[in-house]
Structure formats: C-alpha cells, structure tokens
C-alpha cells in the first residue's frame, strides 16, 4: 500500500513475468485491493490500515457512475461496502447507492437479467456471464437500505434466469450465455475464459456457488440453498479435482495433470463453504472442505515475505485462453483468501460468518 500510494489512481492486480501489473479503477477488479485492506483493518484496527483503505478505496469512487459493465458491483461492494460495514461512514452509502442505480440500468426485462458485456457485439447479442451471479449482493443491500423492491426484484430475477439457462444436469455452468435481445431466447451457450464451451471452468463453478448462497442469505428461498449445495457437490465430486483441492483451471482441460491450478478459484469456494456450512444439514462436511482448503493454501500456496510485490497467494490462473495470468499471484484471490481466513476465525469463536 505504501509503494502504491504515490501512484495516483493505480491499484494493484497481478505479478506477472517478474513485474508488478497495476491498474486504474475501471478494471473489473479494482476494488479488490481496497477490500484486501479492508479485511486487514477489520483483523488488526491499525489505524494506518485504516489510512490506507480510505485511500484506496477512494480511488474507485467514480465507479458509482459506471453503466457499460457489470462488475460494478465487485469494484464498490467489496471496497465501500466493506467500507461502510467497518465505519459506518454515511458517504459510503450514497457511493453504493448510485452504484446500484447504475448497475441496475443493465437489466432488461424482456431477457430477466442484467448484460454483462458490451464488447464483441459482432459475437454476442446480450451475453450474460456465471461471474455476474456476484454483482446481485450489491442489489440486495442496495433493496434493504433505501426501501426500493426493484433492486431485489432485478436480483432475484437475474439468479432465477440464470439458474434455468446457465446450469447443466450435473450442475456444472457454462461461462457466457448469449441472449435474443427482443424475445429473451437463448442464442447459444459458450466460454470465453475456459477450456471449451463445454467444459467446466474452475472459477466460473466457484462463482456460481457463492453466488446461489449469498442468495439464500438474503432470500431463504430454498431453491438457492439447493442450488448452492448442488454446485458444491459438482466440484468436489469432480473426477479431475486434485487431492489437496485447489482445482486445475478448468476441470475438464486436456493436459491434466500438467495443467496450471487456479488458487483464486479455491479462495472464493472457501469463503462461500464456510457461509454454506451455516445454512446446511451439511454444514460439517462443507466447513471440512473449507478448512482443508485454506490449510493447503497455507501451508504450500502462500508467496515468500518480500516477494511478488507482496502479494499474499500465487498459483492463479485469470485468463488461460487468452494467454494471460498464467500461474500467477492475483489480487481477487487475497482478497477471498482473507474473507474466508476471516469466516473461519467468526464461525471458531461462535460468531455469525457475516458481521
């Protein structure tokens, strides 16, 4: 933080052929490594943490405006929300607020869903991709604080859809699903970060098990609790997922097991199992999962004190197709790494996993 904090508006991403890759706030995952500083705050209360993820927080700010993308919920829910839960600063609402009111124009009726992208329009009509099912948790704070149904409607609506069109029989999830525009039909189910269009991309099933179970938090609807549990049991039944249960990129890629793993894929699962384990009849054997996965991170994931500018986890894979971070430290797998460190430390001392 204090290496970054001269370079105005930039934001840590990756380590990448032995050089720091930063970003400014409109890359998706800028706001990551305010939330990463959030989460140290939150288990230490240093005040100069507190300094720093003010500061950097900050720096995402203008991304409450942000309508031609989806991940608006990522860049201010995990920066100003987590914000917001540890100050009760009153400006973070109204960042969040706008944010939502943003990411809310993306939602057409007529399809049920909010369009992820708007690039490759010669490819797709409305694609909506399985990260999406993240941004929801945004709509639903967004429902309860200002009193206004629409955004849990949008929320609910877009995880009803996706749970139709985007799952397979054996739960696996197919990464973009590509929407008519006028009639809501689907055009075609595809990949752009796996292996195949068939195939199960790692993190895309992580994303779809947090997904459904922030869900079930906010709706106790028990077709979402369902889902999740279904999900979960798709990954770690999963004939290629490896013994020490940080998953290869994708589960179904050719070069198995010479594959790169894909560490960010396993943070995120533990922090949604240690969520999952409050709400199940199985909550010993997702908290079991979780535990073992943060123990092998621990022991054989971590990076070495004073390398990769810092970064806490290595082993991620963010976009293998296209040839980039490749078996590399990246920023969102800290930042789940730390949430799921921090669920874990909750549900030990018999707290509620969310504070």
């Not at 990551?32 to 995402?60: I, K």
């Not at 100050?87 to 993306?106: C, F, I, N, P, Q």
């Not at 070495?304 to 040839?323: A, E, I, V, W, Y």
Request: some cysteine; proline content about 5%.
């Amino acid at each position: 933080a204090e290496k970054y904090s001269a370079r105005e508006g930039r934001l840590p991403r990756t380590w990448e052929n032995g050089e720091d890759v930063s970003s400014d706030s409109r890359w998706w995952c800028s706001g990551f490594f305010p939330g990463v500083l959030w989460y140290v705050y939150e288990n230490g209360r240093n005040p100069r943490v507190l300094e720093y993820a003010r500061m950097f927080t900050a720096r995402v700010e203008r991304e409450k405006h942000t309508t031609d993308n989806h991940d608006v919920g990522f860049m201010l829910y995990c920066s100003f929300g987590n914000g917001l839960r540890l100050t009760g600063d009153k400006s973070y609402e109204e960042v969040l607020l706008t944010g939502a009111r943003s990411l809310a124009t993306r939602f057409k009726p007529e399809v049920g869903l909010i369009r992820s992208w708007d690039h490759n329009r010669d490819k797709w009509q409305y694609p909506v991709i399985i990260d999406n099912m993240m941004n929801l948790e945004l709509l639903f704070w967004a429902a309860r604080e200002s009193g206004d149904s629409t955004f849990y409607k949008i929320a609910v609506t877009h995880a009803d859809t996706t749970m139709k069109n985007h799952f397979r029989p054996d739960y696996s999830s197919f990464h973009v699903v590509d929407y008519d525009t006028l009639s809501g039909k689907v055009l075609g189910r595809q990949t752009h970060q796996g292996y195949a269009d068939s195939s199960a991309w790692a993190r895309g099933q992580a994303w779809g098990l947090y997904g459904y179970t922030v869900c079930y938090r906010e709706t106790k609807d028990p077709k979402y609790l369902a889902q999740a549990e279904n999900i979960a049991g798709l990954i770690f039944s999963n004939k290629n997922m490896p013994e020490d249960l940080i998953p290869y990129w994708d589960y179904d890629a050719p070069g198995i097991p010479d594959e790169p793993r894909d560490v960010s894929a396993a943070t995120v699962a533990a922090s949604a199992l240690y969520e999952l384990s409050t709400f199940s009849a199985d909550s010993v054997k997702y908290r079991a999962w979780a535990d073992r996965i943060i123990d092998t991170l621990s022991a054989n994931y971590l990076v070495l004190p004073g390398t990769m500018h810092g970064f806490l986890l290595r082993s991620s894979t963010g976009h293998k197709p296209g040839g980039t971070e490749i078996d590399v430290p990246i920023v969102y797998a800290d930042y789940y790494f730390l949430e799921a460190l921090l669920r874990k430390q909750r549900l030990e001392r018999g707290k509620p996993v969310n504070r």
